[in-house]
């Protein structure tokens, strides 16, 4: 894979008609009844809703909290029906209701849901929840009720924002499972925002966008023919292996020709404390987008957790914490906009190790000795510093044992050591490691600025020109938007397109983090990532003990990464 500066390279910094339900309703900007006092919706462009047949909105309504709007929660289903679900709905180019008719209904004995309408479950959810709240509860009442949340159609800007609680779950469609030449609703997938529609741009925007992803769709095809033509298949392979694995690697190859605004779906699982949380801070986004879907998100978990949830819009509780979130982060943005502004961008490596603690190992060593002795931590540091390498290292290796597979992982005391890398990736590969939620990751703005990446694939399948062409149309359409429209305009900018982003984790989360996202299934494009943390690990802090306990890493790129997988989803299959 390489660099290229494209477009981006050296640059300065510088709707149809309402439909019928309330939800549909609040999309097109009207005023809707949260249960607690009235939600004001801001205009925005209408979400495709689906069409159930009257037999088939019968059985949904006993489940999902409204039939046809991008947010709704899961209700009266048993937990592993929704978390099978939901681990279904990242591979699936379906709508989370439609999956749940199609591939788990008929599993299900529904005969005594009949008189269930989850869509009315307000009352019942408050008086039910009231008494405990009010009456026993501080805040860690609000972690005892959690609730299954789907947000469809949301941006790839927004899925980030969605995922940045540490303490939820989340499982997000996949790039590469899904062709997102796929239209939905006559339609290319990806957001229209309504300001932007609105404006001089409204033209321009869609039809660069339809571009982008007709070049996509051109792309996924040759590349595919490409892959099918020169991987060999192997006699032991079935067809639908080797087709879904060569299918698998050129959507990856081709998936950073997609703009940020293309659509995804998330399944987000969390607690009612975590979901307050997460809407303040939605509520104080920059972006209108994130600002729209915290209020239908709310309007939707109100019909479940109702009491968890009261203070988010309340103007002297969730309004004061989300008025503070915003001016917080004007202040600074305005202040280093002031003090660095016009500094030039020097280059860099694309991974650095920037912080590391020199006496890593020696914390690490008292850490796995401190739950075995009587000594103070201090004196167990002093002690240790006075071992020989062989004990040291049988310490070591004492603790972290036999390793079967990458899930045996060492105890806490790896927890004792700390890592702070900055890294310039492609986004496509930022969106993957974003999700790790056990170390603290924050991004800058995504910008055409540090150019783009293009896969050696791309030009091996003759798709170099059409790719570079995609990358000059995103570049320049960020450049229209961005004076007018300085948050939106980064749906334009496509995923090929470098971010810069600091992660920072302990030892023990690296070992996960680094065996999981080094593994022979990965993208190429953050098994690359991974793997140069771990040398400069090894070598740059001289942590070698603490790499070597790394030891289920996979150092070699494979031909096709899914292919190994595929055939042990494929033997699974044939036992079932």
């Known amino acids: 894979m390489t660099g290229w500066p494209g477009a981006g390279e050296g640059r300065s910094g510088g709707a149809n008609g309402?439909?019928?339900?309330?939800?549909?309703?609040?999309?097109?900007?009207?005023?809707?009844?949260?249960?607690?006092?009235a939600v004001e919706f801001p205009p925005v462009t209408v979400y495709v809703p689906e069409d159930f047949q009257p037999d088939e909105a019968d059985v949904l309504r006993r489940y999902f909290t409204n039939l046809d709007g991008p947010v709704f929660a899961l209700v009266n289903l048993p937990e592993v029906v929704k978390g099978a679900l939901f681990a279904r709905y990242s591979r699936s180019p379906k709508s989370l209701r439609r999956l749940f008719l199609d591939e788990f209904v008929g599993d299900l004995d529904i005969s005594g849901d009949h008189s269930v309408d989850a869509t009315v479950g307000l009352q019942r959810a408050e008086e039910l929840y009231e008494k405990v709240f009010f009456e026993y509860g501080d805040d860690s009442v609000a972690q005892l009720g959690g609730v299954h949340l789907a947000c469809e159609q949301a941006s790839n800007i927004l899925t980030k924002i969605l995922e940045w609680g540490r303490l939820m779950s989340y499982l997000e469609q996949s790039t590469r499972y899904i062709s997102y030449d796929a239209r939905l609703g006559g339609r290319y997938r990806f957001h229209r925002d309504p300001a932007i529609l609105g404006s001089r741009f409204g033209t321009r925007y869609v039809g660069d966008m339809d571009r982008m992803f007709d070049s996509y769709s051109l792309m996924v095809n040759k590349v595919t023919d490409h892959v099918?033509?020169?991987?060999?298949?192997?006699?032991?392979?079935?067809?639908?292996?080797y087709r879904q694995a060569t299918r698998a690697k050129a959507l990856d190859a081709v998936r950073g020709a997609l703009p940020s605004a293309s659509l995804s779906n998330v399944g987000i699982y969390g607690s009612g404390q975590a979901f307050e949380a997460l809407l303040i801070r939605m509520r104080a986004h920059p972006l209108p987008e994130a600002r729209h879907y915290a209020d239908l998100m709310l309007h939707e978990l109100r019909k479940v957790v109702p009491s968890f949830l009261r203070r988010v819009?309340?103007?002297?509780?969730g309004g004061r914490w989300s008025h503070y979130l915003t001016t917080t982060r004007e202040r600074t943005g305005e202040l280093v906009d002031v003090l660095f502004g016009g500094t030039p961008v020097d280059p860099v490596p694309a991974v650095q190790l920037v912080d590391w603690d020199p006496d890593a190992e020696d914390k690490l060593l008292a850490a796995i000795c401190y739950p075995h002795a009587n000594l103070s931590e201090q004196q167990l540091l002093q002690r240790v510093r006075t071992l020989g390498p062989t004990e040291r290292l049988a310490l070591v290796r004492s603790y972290v044992g036999e390793r079967e597979n990458r899930r045996h992982k060492p105890g806490r005391a790896f927890e004792r050591v700390d890592y702070r890398f900055d890294v310039l990736s492609d986004y496509g590969a930022f969106r993957d490691l974003q999700r790790h939620?056990?170390?603290?990751?924050?991004?800058?703005?995504?910008?055409?600025?540090?150019?783009?990446?293009?896969?050696?694939?791309?030009?091996?399948?003759?798709?170099?020109?059409v790719f570079d062409d995609t990358m000059a149309r995103s570049a320049a359409l960020y450049d229209a938007l961005h004076d007018e429209f300085p948050q939106q305009a980064s749906y334009a900018v496509a995923m090929a397109y470098r971010m810069r982003y600091t992660m920072q984790f302990n030892a023990r989360e690296a070992i996960h983090l680094l065996e999981l996202r080094s593994s022979a299934q990965g993208h190429p494009a953050y098994r690359r990532i991974a793997l140069e943390m771990h040398r400069?690990?090894?070598?740059?802090?001289?942590?070698?003990?603490?790499?070597?306990?790394?030891?289920?890493?996979?150092?070699?790129?494979?031909?096709?990464?899914?292919?190994?997988?595929?055939?042990?989803?494929?033997?699974?299959?044939?036992?079932?």
């Open 18 to 37: 309402c439909a019928r339900s309330s939800s549909i309703t609040a999309l097109c900007g009207v005023t809707l009844s949260a249960g607690v006092g």
């Open 313 to 317: 819009d309340l103007a002297d509780r």
């Open 437 to 465: 939620r056990m170390l603290t990751i924050e991004w800058q703005a995504l910008t055409p600025n540090h150019g783009y990446v293009r896969p050696e694939l791309i030009e091996e399948a003759g798709m170099a020109d």
């Open 536 to 576: 400069l690990i090894a070598e740059q802090a001289g942590h070698r003990t603490i790499a070597d306990a790394m030891s289920h890493l996979t150092t070699e790129a494979p031909e096709l990464e899914r292919l190994e997988a595929e055939r042990r989803a494929e033997a699974r299959r044939g036992l079932t």
């Open 228 to 241: 099918r033509a020169t991987v060999e298949r192997r006699p032991g392979d079935s067809d639908f292996i």
